[in-house]
T-cell receptor, first 112, second 114 residues
Framework: KQEVTQIPAALSVPEGENLVLNCSFTDSAIYNLQWFRQDPGKGLTSLLLIQSSQREQTSGRLNASLDKSSGRSTLYIAASQPGDSATYLC???????????FGSGTQLTVLP | SAVISQKPSRDICQRGTSLTIQCQVD?????MFWYRQQPGQSLTLIATANQGSEATYESGFVIDKFPISRPNLTFSTLTVSNMSPEDSSIYLC???????????FGPGTRLTVT
């Protein structure tokens, strides 16, 4: 059974810092991995989707990497802003599974 | 990306009653999913709803408690039946254009059962 872990559970940084969020998964036979952000009391916003054959994806100030063999993904946020404050969730689709398996998230606070 | 709306956005319901949540997508999609997010927790898949077939429920979720309809490729409903305070959660609808594609989420329905 796939398990997804996100460390740290919470992170607070001053505005302007570059930061890395971590996601690890137990079964490396994944189909793809998706990063989301969730604002308090709201739905999820898709940030990046990485297919199993890809090493990284970039969107604006965000860069996500994938290392299947080690069961890890990172989300790099450059020049953080207070508007980046949210919970960031990593989700993995394993093999032919119909569902995404979610991590518990990293709650990010960017201080002005 | 798909634009998804949910109704209602929030509701407060009494124990023993039922609530139907609607999910509308602005384009035709193959896969629709219903998730539950309990307070302070991550997301748990309730069921997958595909048009023209019965919903497929995950372990721990049953049709009698969470009946789902999927009448066409842009719409689905989830009913939370015979509610108890333990059903207080955010319920989220999500879609994929086809299996394995990027998944998009609606804004969620915040349910409080008293």
């Amino acid at each position: 059974k796939q398990e997804v872990t996100q460390i740290p559970a919470a992170l607070s940084v001053p505005e302007g810092e570059n930061l890395v969020l971590n996601c690890s998964f137990t079964d490396s036979a994944i189909y793809n991995l998706q990063w989301f952000r969730q604002d308090p009391g709201k739905g999820l916003t898709s940030l990046l989707l990485i297919q199993s054959s890809q090493r990284e994806q970039t969107s604006g100030r965000l860069n996500a990497s994938l290392d299947k063999s080690s069961g890890r993904s990172t989300l790099y946020i450059a020049a953080s802003q207070p508007g980046d404050s949210a919970t960031y969730l990593c989700a993995v689709r394993s093999g032919s599974a119909r569902q995404l398996t979610f991590g518990s998230g990293t709650q990010l606070t960017v201080l002005p | 990306s798909a634009v998804i709306s949910q109704k209602p956005s929030r509701d407060i319901c009494q124990r023993g009653t039922s609530l139907t949540i609607q999910c509308q997508v602005d384009s035709q999609v193959t896969m629709m999913f219903w998730y539950r997010q309990q307070p302070g927790q991550s997301l748990t898949l309730i069921a997958t709803a595909n048009q023209g077939s019965e919903a497929t429920y995950e372990s721990g979720f049953v049709i009698d408690k969470f009946p789902i309809s999927r009448p066409n490729l842009t719409f689905s409903t989830l009913t939370v039946s015979n509610m108890s305070p333990e059903d207080s959660s955010i319920y989220l609808c999500s879609v994929e254009e086809d299996w394995g594609y990027e998944q998009y989420f609606g804004p969620g329905t915040r349910l409080t059962v008293t």
